[in-house]
């Protein structure tokens, strides 16, 4: 099944068992630690509690037709497809490296779990539309046989995005866009948006577009929750570790340009297993790169980006961590319950959380005021001087909030275009991406784990056709520009 679409010599036969394998023990405190996690993610996110994960601190098999690289939803999306969609129930053999077991620094638990449909791409658009089906009718994908239903919180409340006079022709062409795409949005004028919304300030508003359907937010957590209790179900195998190495073997082609490059395909992944110097080697077929913020370098790992500047074989994955803050507030003459997320003209935005007249919000900063990434400690003062202003501005009651307390979470950035990166590299053979989503992977994840489920299984994208985001476009210098990232 898998050996149509890899270059001769990646086959099953591969797929034995090397010498001098190399195994370590270590020991975990699993139950303190998932405990402790999952208490701090619960009192800041939506949802209900959700069962302890399973323990993954294991050595991993020796041998994997898959290794998918990042335990997020993305990752779990790929391989939720792969099995799904395998011509032989069980033939396919699929392991998730997760490094980071109690997901406490992962972007899909840190997540403000928004979907909306509001893109100026077509492709964002329909990968969204696709994930808003998905999700509706979560428990007709990841039932699991004796298990309780999943309940992800949805709620349908829509975005609503405002424009200034500079930028509300281009809200509506995007809107003309969204609409030929099946998405179900409107414009509002300033007026319609006070009728609407009597508690907006539409000072500076030229333009509204609102999502009236299938746009919301939901729990991320229980959709993370929710995969890996069906993966596992499905015959995934998970282990908590990092990759450290990729063995892989080269041939060297002229290319129809006379350039000479040289052709990658890995077989074997090394990983190092947590609180143990020892590593396990892996022997594969396939590498999927879903390793989030931190997937460039998991590329350079394989070589990908170490030729020379200005070659296919130089160019390296522009995927960096870029840190963004969360706050959550409590104000008790706030917009009431139907209130969507606002996206204000200054790039604020928020909504409402729970029943209880809380709030969260926040905004990307400018280029020059980029945090380090290299913590997840949380910037009170950005709050104080970046955001309040403009969210007590659009709504005034907000002039009284009280911020309860705020986190940090990271953006897998496309620092080229700001999306997604998808399908294969074109020399290294054997690695698909999934990641560089730049804030918007986790409402895409159904569909982006299915297209590169479609690609590894046939050879090409079936239902969406995502070549707009492949890794070429890097050398090429073709930007695919998505202008609707928050």
């Known amino acids: 099944m898998i050996r149509r679409v890899l270059p001769h010599g990646l086959g099953r036969g591969l797929l034995t068992r090397r010498p001098g394998t190399r195994r370590g023990g270590f020991s975990l405190d699993w139950d303190g630690k998932v405990s402790e996690i999952k208490k701090k993610i619960k009192s800041i996110l939506p949802g209900t509690p959700c069962d302890v994960l399973p323990d993954t601190s294991h050595l991993p098999p020796e041998h994997s037709d898959v290794v998918i690289v990042g335990g997020g939803v993305l990752g779990l999306s790929v391989a939720y497809w792969l099995k799904q969609l395998e011509n032989r129930r069980g033939g396919m053999q699929v392991l998730v490296v997760e490094r980071d077991h ?41 039932a699991v046989t004796n298990a309780p239903p999943l309940d992800l919180q949805f709620n349908p409340s829509g975005y609503l995005l405002l424009a200034s006079e500079k930028d509300a022709a281009a809200m509506e062409s995007n809107v003309k866009v969204q609409k030929q795409e099946g998405a179900k ?19 500076g508003v030229a333009l509204a577009s609102y999502g009236m359907e299938n746009e919301g937010w939901f729990d991320p957590w229980c959709l993370l929750h929710g995969l890996r209790q069906k993966l596992m179900s499905m015959g995934v195998f998970f282990c908590q570790g990092e990759v450290t190495r990729f063995v892989t073997s080269s041939q060297r082609m002229m290319t129809t340009d006379d350039e000479m490059v040289t052709l990658k395909s890995i077989h074997e992944v090394h990983v190092k297993m947590d609180h143990s110097l020892e590593y396990q080697p892996v022997e594969c077929a396939i590498v999927i790169n879903a390793a989030g913020a931190w997937s460039a370098q998991i590329a350079a790992l394989a070589g990908i980006g170490k030729g020379p500047p200005g070659t296919l074989q130089g160019t390296k ?8 803050y969360v706050y959550v507030w409590h104000c008790p003459q706030g917009p009431g319950l139907e209130t969507p997320l606002v996206a204000d003209t200054s790039g604020a935005y928020f909504r409402r959380e729970g029943l209880g007249s809380n709030y969260l919000g926040g905004r990307s900063p400018a280029e020059e005021e980029e945090p380090d990434p290299a913590n997840l400690e949380v910037d009170h003062d950005f709050f104080q001087e970046k955001v ?61 784990g299915r297209a590169v489920a479609e690609m590894i299984l046939e050879g090409s994208f079936q239902t969406i056709d995502l070549s707009p985001f492949l890794f070429n476009r890097f050398y090429l210098g073709e930007k695919t520009q998505e202008n609707n990232i928050m």
């Open 102 to 142: 109690t997901y406490s620094q992962a972007s899909t638990g840190l997540s403000v779990g928004g979907i909306c449909q509001q893109f100026s791409l077509p492709e964002n658009i329909q990968l969204s539309l696709f994930s808003a089906s998905f999700l509706r009718n979560i428990n007709e994908y990841l």
């Open 185 to 203: 949005v409107c414009l509002m004028s300033p007026d319609q948006l006070r009728n609407k919304f009597p508690w907006i300030n539409t000072e």
């Open 317 to 324: 994955l522009p995927v960096e961590p870029r840190k963004r």
């Open 388 to 448: 309040w202003p403009h969210l007590a501005l659009r709504v005034p009651a907000f002039e009284t909030l009280k911020v309860q307390t705020a986190w940090a979470g990271y953006y897998d950035y496309n620092t080229f275009d700001q999306n997604g990166v998808v399908g294969p590299h074109p020399l290294v053979v054997n690695m698909y991406f999934a990641t560089g989503f730049s804030g918007h992977g986790l409402q895409q994840a159904p569909g982006v």
